[in-house]
């Protein structure tokens, strides 16, 4: 049974970045690939997932082409600009730094006397 | 990243259809890619494609959604707010059209009197760096503003430090004759250095170089851009054509731009002055005819030039004690100041009406809102459920008003365009600088601000109001007391005590130029203008060169005249009485009475007549007698004085008989008996009392003033009744003479009249106009007012007459609160008009600008008007019946 986290605003388009920084992918396969890297662990509405996609073309870190699936249906798939490569190196280190600290504020034990 | 938003908005407006296809592709394409998933999951297909569907969710939210996230959400809000409020005031058709026509004439009257204003004070002078020109005059006891004579030009040039280049400036009023008949033109002379100095560009060919100075050097002139327009249709090639000036060939060498103007001085054709040719380079005593213009060294103030200035004036009166006497001082003044100085109280005064006009338009607009809007509570209240912010119900609000002044504007602004050519007939032609008026980027920016602004004035205040909700609540529940309409009322009830306040500043300017107006036009010229024609002609240099033969000229004139039907007497004139820029004045002394300071030297207005000249223009001989034929070089010489002179230097006896000496030669002045008195005549204008003049026949004139003579001199004709047909006998009269001699046109003396008021009258127009629309708007704002209280207050006066109230305890309630407006309104009008009195006191001729009278009558006036309002609103309150008003809700 997989627990799902509710994720922070923002988190979400750093993952969409971080699943298709692995190739190009279209909308469905992009829903797939989060849950797939974070070990079933996050699952994404797919009401959320468009409007991010769109966004994030908007702000140029996507661009998108049409294309066939993998069961040759026609398909929009999203790619990385370079843009948003460096937008996603830039979040991974920040989400890193951040997400350690936090971990070591929570991990404090009170003092021993 | 900006590549990227515009492709986004790109995609969102211009591609509208291709993108809402690919994103219903892509979502259809998602339902069948989750079908597929779903199938292999060992569904079947129609039963995976019915749960993808229903996983997926709204598919109009979707689409809503994404588009969202494209870029250009404020634009189609901007789209959709703009289409509801187009179809919200189609269907106010009469409110629309109000609005409309109230926008369109208070911007378009802005517009345009921005547009002179623009032409005549804001565009930048043809000079660079205009804050270091100095316009220098002479100054004397009794006016800081005359000339130099040419030998002191010379002395300032050569001794003064404190300015990088002193040029003289004279006017210059040729005959100019190009290839047909000779005609004036009025222009100056001016150092050749002057130009580069001042950093005036020509618009074609080159303006004057040193060179051109020299005595001895081929002649150039270089003509303005209202001459080359009107007489070259604008032909570029008229650079290197040769035209002939008061009989010597010049060069046309360039154009000058537009922009180009002098105080006080018509510039349409610029002579080098060429001082060293000038007869009179050595003449101490020569006539004074020069202004001078300087440019100020970098790090010299104004106040060290003139102290070095004034040093050089006490040299050369040590000097030279006899001559430069009489002048006191020096007076600097910067010339773009000095060019602008007449008009610009007028300019501005009217351009702030205009824009008072418009603003108490806008109030009204936004008093009607108001009302309108209170209508439109429920519709607000549903958007506000539905999930509009305080800010969205303002922007939607704004649109409309926003779009009125749009529309309204635009209108207004082409009016404003369309009616350019009335308008420059409407303005004085001496405004400085009016030739070059266009409608330029300025003028049309300030179009769009003034749309802007129009659209925050009219609507800012409503959408406000109505976008709080606990406003709206208080709306809703109507009539039940006054807390709803609380605010309302009372801020409406400012708003309308404002319009009163402005309109009663415009109303009482234009009362007291009113008065100023009907009081200047009751002035007596001194003369008899009715029946009289006037020609200003010159005479070419050749064959003119002595006082003989301008007496010939004259003498046979005179023998055509006599013989021509309809004409009852006729004489000639050095200058016009009310001809504008002309001034000839000399010094004279009484020798038993002789000044206690030379500075005190009096001087006269002075005048070259033939006998006939006092008879024609109907001026009263009062004491003595007039001039005869035997008035000539062979006997001696005589004056007829006016009695202003008379009065004010022979008080002790009857100047009939006594000598004065008068200094109207280059030399020595000559001793000239007086055997005439003849009543004052205003000669500069109506405004100004009339000052002594002293008239000479024209037999005994002083050879130094024949070129003047020559150059220009006025036939007057006295007419018996309505002569059609005279102006061209007048002229052939002349041509058969001498067809060399430039004639201008026949005016009516009365013209001249007319002229003098002109600028009055045109400031009285506008402003006038713009009071009475004042009035109106400022009364229709009442009427608005004190009817949307009876209305709001229907209930509570339902209650009052079913208690026992008479209709007239009603109708006092109603004028009272009107009154305590209307009062609160002339208060603050009447403080802002005394505050504001100041600025337009130099425009008032013969009332004070605080005169009490024409602030009692316009008071009264817009009493007697506001209580007309009030009372056709309080005719509602009348009909009002008890029971009906009690059971509506």
Same mark, same amino acid.
């Given at each position: 049974m997989s627990e799902e986290a509710e994720l922070l605003p923002g988190t979400l388009d750093l993952l969409i970045l971080k699943a298709v920084s692995l190739g190009p992918l279209h909308g469905y396969a992009v829903l797939s690939r989060i849950e797939q890297i974070s070990g079933k662990r996050l699952f994404i509405e797919q009401g959320a997932l468009y409007p991010a996609l769109f966004r994030l073309v908007r702000q140029g870190l996507l661009k998108t082409e049409w294309g066939k699936s993998e069961n040759n249906r026609r398909a929009k798939f999203y790619e990385l600009t370079a843009k948003g490569r460096k937008r996603l190196q830039q979040e991974t280190d920040w989400w890193k730094r951040a997400s350690a600290a936090v971990t070591a504020a929570l991990a404090a034990r009170p003092q021993q006397a | 990243m900006i590549a990227a938003y515009l492709r986004s908005i790109a995609r969102r407006f211009l591609w509208r259809a291709q993108t809402e296809r690919e994103t219903e592709e892509e979502l259809q394409s998602h339902v069948q890619l989750r079908a597929d998933a779903l199938e292999r999951g060992g569904l079947e297909r129609a039963e995976a494609q019915r749960r993808a569907r229903i996983e997926f969710g709204s598919q109009v939210q979707f689409k809503e959604e994404c588009r969202e996230a494209m870029a250009g959400n404020a634009v189609d809000q901007a789209i959709q707010d703009v289409r509801f409020s187009f179809r919200a005031l189609w269907k106010a058709p009469g409110f629309s059209l109000v609005a409309v026509i109230t926008l369109a004439l208070g911007i378009g009257a802005t517009v345009a009197t921005f547009s002179v204003v623009n032409t005549v004070l804001l565009r930048p002078f043809a /000079?660079? =760096? *205009?804050?270091k020109l100095l316009w220098i005059y002479s100054q004397r006891s009794d006016n800081p503003r005359t000339n130099f004579s040419l030998p002191e030009y010379c002395d300032y040039r050569d001794q003064?430090? +404190? /300015?990088?280049g002193l040029a003289g400036v004279a006017s210059f009023n040729p005959s100019f004759a190009d290839s047909g008949p000779p005609e004036r033109v009025q222009g100056v002379r001016m150092s050749a250095s002057a130009f580069a100095m001042l950093g005036v560009r020509p618009l074609l060919g080159r303006t004057f170089i040193?060179?051109?100075? !020299?005595?001895?050097a081929r002649g150039v002139v270089l003509i303005s851009y209202g001459l080359w327009s009107r007489?070259? $249709?604008?032909?570029?090639?008229?650079?290197g054509r040769a035209v002939n000036l008061n009989g010597e060939m010049r060069e046309i060498v360039g154009v000058l731009p537009a922009s180009f103007a002098l105080p006080?001085?018509?510039?349409?054709i610029v002579v080098p002055l060429q001082p060293d040719a000038d &007869?009179?380079?050595?003449?101490?005593?020569s006539v004074n005819f020069l202004r001078f213009v300087g440019r100020l060294k970098p790090n010299v103030t104004v106040q060290q030039a003139h102290a070095e200035f004034d040093a050089i004036r006490q040299n050369l009166h040590r000097q030279y004690p006899d001559v430069y006497? #009489?002048?006191i001082g020096i007076t600097l003044i910067p010339i773009t100041e000095e060019i602008v100085t007449n008009i610009k109280s007028v300019l501005l005064t009217i351009f702030c009406a205009a824009g008072a006009v418009l603003l108490i338009g806008c109030v009204n607009l936004a008093g009607i809102s108001l009302s309108r809007a209170a209508a439109r509570q429920r519709e607000l209240a549903v958007r506000t459920a539905l999930g509009a912010t305080r800010r969205q119900l303002t922007r939607l609000l704004l649109t409309e008003s926003f779009l009125l002044a749009l529309v309204g504007g635009s209108l207004g602004t082409l009016l404003a365009i369309w009616s350019q050519r009335m308008l420059l007939r409407l303005v &004085?032609?001496?405004? *400085? !600088?009016?030739?070059?008026f266009s409608f330029d980027w300025t003028v049309l920016l300030f179009a769009v601000a003034l749309i802007f602004g129009a659209a925050l004035a009219c609507g800012l205040v409503p959408a406000w109001l109505l976008s709080r909700s606990d406003f709206r609540d208080a709306l809703v +529940? +109507? @009539?039940?007391?006054?807390a709803g309409g609380g605010l309302q009322s009372r801020l409406r009830t400012w708003l309308v005590s404002g319009q009163i306040a402005l309109a009663l500043v415009l109303l009482a300017n234009a009362g007291l130029l009113l008065r100023s107006f009907a009081l200047l036009s009751k002035e %007596? &010229? #001194? /003369?008899? $203008?009715?029946?009289v024609q006037t020609i200003r002609f010159s005479l070419p240099q050749t064959g003119y060169a002595d006082v003989a033969s301008l007496a010939h000229f004259y003498d046979q004139l005179h023998s055509h005249a006599s013989a021509?039907? @309809?004409?009852?007497s006729d004489a000639v004139i050095s200058i016009l009485p009310l001809a504008p820029k002309s001034i000839s004045f000399v010094h004279f002394t009484r020798p038993d009475r002789p000044p206690a300071?030379?500075?005190?030297?009096p001087s006269t207005n002075y005048r070259i007549v033939t006998p006939d000249y006092f008879r024609t223009m109907g001026? *009263?001989?009062?004491?003595g007698r007039g001039f005869t034929e +035997?008035?000539? #070089?062979?006997h001696p010489l005589v004056a007829i004085v006016s009695a202003i002179l008379a009065k004010d230097h022979f008080a002790d006896r009857s100047p009939i008989g006594q000598r004065i000496v008068v200094?109207?030669?280059?030399g020595t002045p000559r001793q000239i008996e007086i055997v005439g008195v003849v009543g004052p005549v205003? %000669?500069?204008?109506?405004?100004?009392p009339a000052k002594a003049d002293i008239y000479l026949p024209l037999g005994q004139?002083?050879?130094?003033g024949v070129p003047f003579f020559r150059n220009s001199a006025y036939w007057v004709i006295k007419t018996s009744g309505r002569a059609a047909g005279l102006e061209q006998v007048l002229r052939e009269t002349i041509q058969n003479i001498d067809p060399n001699v430039a004639v201008g046109a026949v005016r009516p003396m009365a013209e001249f009249l007319v002229a003098a008021l002109a600028a009055r009258r045109f400031s009285l127009l506008l402003i006038g106009s713009f009071a009475a629309a004042a009035l109106f708007l400022a009364a229709a704002g009442l009427y608005a007012v004190i009817s949307y209280g009876i209305q709001q207050r229907n209930r509570e006066i339902g209650i009052r007459l079913a208690l026992g109230a008479t209709r007239a305890t009603i109708l006092g309630m109603i004028f009272k609160e009107g009154a305590l407006l209307v009062v609160g309104g002339l208060i603050a009008g009447f403080a802002i008009a005394l505050a504001l009195g100041r600025l337009v006191a130099? %425009?008032?001729? #013969?009332?004070?600008? =605080?005169?009490p009278f024409s602030f009692v009558v316009v008071c009264l006036m817009l009493s007697v008007i506001s209580f007309l309002a009030c009372a056709i609103a309080a005719r509602r309150a009348m009909n009002i019946d008890p029971i009906v008003s009690l059971q509506c809700e």
């Open positions: - | /000079f660079s =760096h *205009p804050e003064v430090t +404190s /300015f990088d040193a060179e051109d100075d !020299r005595n001895g007489r070259y $249709a604008r032909d570029p090639a008229v650079i006080n001085l018509d510039t349409e &007869p009179r380079r050595n003449l101490r005593n006497t #009489g002048k &004085p032609t001496d405004l *400085p !600088r009016i030739e070059s +529940s +109507s @009539g039940r007391g006054t %007596q &010229p #001194g /003369f008899e $203008a009715s029946d021509i039907n @309809g004409i009852k300071r030379p500075e005190d030297t001026i *009263p001989l009062l004491d +035997s008035d000539d #070089g062979d200094d109207d030669t280059d205003k %000669q500069t204008n109506l405004e100004t004139m002083a050879k130094d130099n %425009q008032m001729y #013969g009332v004070n600008e =605080h005169d």
